[in-house]
């Protein structure tokens, strides 16, 4: 799957090829989907989310530049797949999700694939996690309206947030903003991509 799907599709980065390699897809979906885990497709994980397409993942990793000395934040845990990419490639994730249900599972999920290095927290991750700030990178798995100022302001100097952006919901561009310096952000376009609503305070207010 990654040689096919992801390395002739763009991703170049060895270190984000061999975490994908290296992450079971199908300990990440529910039973009855394993079948499905090496198609490079979303796969419906519950609450009415889904699991990242591994593409996608491969992207925001590549885009996010993620160091082995890197502490992450992610917002959008669902399956925990895309946690366990970054745990491989970052020496601390920190992972948002705000359905109770899919967060224990997630954090399960983690634990029995042997990752210790991430920590799932249930909650609104459009407000970041101010406690555990600052990060070197921030990758948001869900489209709001604008990037949170917010989590812009939880990057370390360097730091680099990457999140679907679109003013409508089911239709984002993927953007990366780097914190140039305390107060400079500077801001590139990765294209179009599709993604569930990011729902919370600094994201979508409800889910119709
Ligand atoms: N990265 C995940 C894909 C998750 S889909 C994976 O690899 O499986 C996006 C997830 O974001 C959904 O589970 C959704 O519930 C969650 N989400 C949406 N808005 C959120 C918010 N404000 N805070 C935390 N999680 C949110």
């Not at 530049?65 to 797949?81: C, M, N, P, Q």
């Not at 705000?98 to 999920?109: M, T």
Request: hydrophobic share 45%; net charge negative; charged share 25%.
């Amino acid at each position: 799957m990654v040689e096919v799907q992801i390395a002739r599709r763009g991703v170049h980065d060895e270190r984000v090829l061999a975490a994908l390699r290296k992450v079971p897809r199908e300990a990440f979906v529910d039973e009855g989907f394993e079948e499905f885990a090496y198609e490079d497709s979303p796969l419906p994980i519950g609450c009415g989310q889904t699991i990242s397409q591994p593409l996608v993942v491969a992207m925001m990793a590549e885009a996010a530049a993620i160091a082995a000395t890197d502490r992450v934040l992610e917002v959008g845990t669902g399956s925990g797949y895309a946690a366990a990419v970054l745990a491989e490639l970052a020496a601390e994730v920190v992972t948002i999700e705000r359905h109770l249900p899919l967060a224990e599972k997630a954090q399960q999920r983690l634990g029995a694939a042997g990752y210790a290095n991430v920590d799932v927290k249930v909650g609104d991750g459009s407000k970041g996690w101010p406690e555990k700030a600052p990060f070197d990178a921030i990758l948001v798995a869900a489209g709001g309206p604008s990037a949170p100022r917010v989590l812009q302001e939880q990057l370390e100097i360097g730091g680099r947030l990457v999140m679907p952006v679109g003013r409508e919901r089911g239709s984002q561009r993927l953007i990366r903003i780097t914190r140039t310096a305390a107060n400079k952000f500077e801001e590139e376009d990765f294209g179009g991509v599709m993604f569930v609503p990011l729902i919370g305070e600094h994201g979508w207010q409800d889910n119709p």
